[in-house]
């Protein structure tokens, strides 16, 4: 990189740095007091709460991680326009090119940083997390329920024991109502916390399941030698894959285990997620390139910063919202993987153009007018606030 290019990097490169951080705490924050009514129960998890919160950072980077790339990238490039060291650089006879090499750069930089994080990284960081999960809830069952009390163990969920002895509970009374369809009451005669085949499994025996539907309040018994439920979610282990898709190693989802009962089941969920672990690494691109699309021209200090920024998340939050669309619908029909891979390419390619063919996105005549109805609205607002009222008051 020559001298120019070195300087446009740092700079953007600490803007992005610092959205980074802020987004991650901000979503961290949010996730983890989402999460802190584990501890209600647990005396062990509030020791360990810390760590299962530091188990979502990875997957929340990664997702935060585009965003970052291209505020960060826009600021930097609006902070050389503020400067008017964007205008000295073109009228010196700078290329664009001294502009899209660094920011390109920082985005080729998150690419790789997201592909390490789809393929090493958060898988690991989910299966700690759902297991940390189950060692808290673990505990919560054989040590700090008291026998005859009726415990709150999450939101909706309800238990009661007889006795503990060890990781053997006498008398277990469930009330599960987290479905907004349907409530379910639980009944054993004995469940045990067991290990099997490297799986942490709440077993129930004896027992019933009292299920009333909430649309006409019909009510279905059922008799069961054995029940199992995910410790991770307090849930039967039926109702979902054991070992999430999202915590499977890459190389165990492109050659799945036919005899796997969540393949079985579930082809689609291995496609889905190898198509959004495959495409997460295009995002941070396809941002970097929409930044220097829609803020790398030379503008005057009188044509403000705020449409290229606005321009920009827009644009971003748009393609983004399109490629969660896409990942859901790939569900219902694999063969539209095609289209997660098509819409971060097709949106590379079109900022491409828009940079090869110099077109100035934000100071296009459109766009100067919705900023300037957006500027009208807002000195309107202004007039009916509480200065305007003084002020007439005053007239009067």
Known sequence: MSLLERYIFRRAFGFAVGSLGSLVVIVWVVQALQRVDIVRTSMSA??????????????????????????????????????????????????????????????????????????????????????????????????????????????????????????????????????????????????????????????LYDGQLHRRTNDDGAISIIQFQTYAFDLATLKPKNDGDWIRTSERPTLELLNPDPNDESYQKKPENFTRELAQRFSDWLYPIAFALWAVAVAAHPRTNRQGPGPAMLLGISGALFLKALGFVVLSLIERDARLQVLAYALPLLSISASLALIRFDVPVSQLPVIDRISDGMAAITRAIGRLGPQAEAGGGRRR
Do not use: C
Request: aromatic share 6%; net charge negative.
């Open 46 to 203: 509030a020791g360990n709460i810390f760590w299962i919160a530091l188990m979502l950072l990875p997957d929340l980077a990664a997702g935060v991680l585009p965003f970052a790339v291209l505020i960060g990238s826009i600021q930097a490039l609006n902070a050389l326009n503020a400067d008017s060291e964007r205008a000295v650089m073109s009228a010196a006879g700078a290329s664009g090119r001294v502009v899209l090499k660094p920011i390109l750069a920082i985005g080729l930089l998150a690419a790789v940083l997201s592909l390490f994080n789809s393929h090493v990284l958060g898988p690991a960081a989910q299966r700690s997390f759902h297991d940390g999960l189950r060692s808290i809830n673990a505990d919560a069952l054989t040590l700090f329920l008291q026998p005859g009390r009726f415990e709150e163990v999450q939101n909706g969920l309800v238990m009661s024991v007889s006795a503990v002895h060890g990781s053997t509970i006498e008398g277990l009374f469930l009330s599960d109502s987290r479905d907004p369809s349907a409530d379910l009451t639980y009944f054993a005669k004995e469940a045990r916390l067991v290990d099997e085949d490297a799986q942490s499994l709440l077993l």
